[in-house]
């Protein structure tokens, strides 16, 4: 699962699109993986480039046509709905939704450092989680003049994920690192759940 994040204490959950009606609703793009929290949000953030994030009441939430529609205090015409075209919905980081053991956010994996127990060295620190249709891949950033590493991140391979201590440990197989070097695809058949 994930969430976008523009900023280290908050998560995007929408991006608003245009007016929605005359009396201020918005018509939004749903970016989170649990649409089900509007249904009762009361409060939110609007960001803006360039400015910090600023606190909004909500009044109103529905669902239409896969989109959310909202309705903030304030924002009582179109013309004020059209000045916030284009701003993202965000909420807390505290606020995100729980998920189930061996589920993660993967904006906490990133950062994190990565361990290859068996071999007792670590490999670098991962910069990106990349969807790939089956088994997410971990792109991990070795050090200087080494070439990124790219890893699957699957149950059978990165056998422990602390996120509070920022600690990834896989135990791959003896190849995947030399597939790595060699410059071929590193991805492995899709063997179990990868986030």
Known sequence: MWAQFTAVQ????????????????????????????FEKLQSAFLDAPGQ????VTVERVWPHKGRVILKFSGSDSIESAALLRGLHVLIPREQRTPLPLHHYYWW?????RVLWERQGREIGT?????PTGGVPLLHVAPGEGKSEVLIPLA????????PATKTIVIDPP??????????????LPAKGQGS
């Open 174 to 187: 003896e190849d995947l690192l030399d597939l790595n070097s060699e410059g071929r695809p590193s991805s």
């Open 10 to 37: 908050f998560l995007t959950i929408a991006r608003i699109l245009r007016p929605q009606g005359r009396l201020g609703e918005v018509a939004a793009e749903i970016l989170t993986d649990f649409p089900a929290r």
């Open 108 to 112: 906490e994996l990133c950062g994190c």
């Open 52 to 55: 910090a994030p600023r606190p």
């Open 155 to 162: 149950q059978e391979i990165c056998t422990r994920i602390d």
């Open 126 to 130: 991962v910069t990106d989680v990349e």
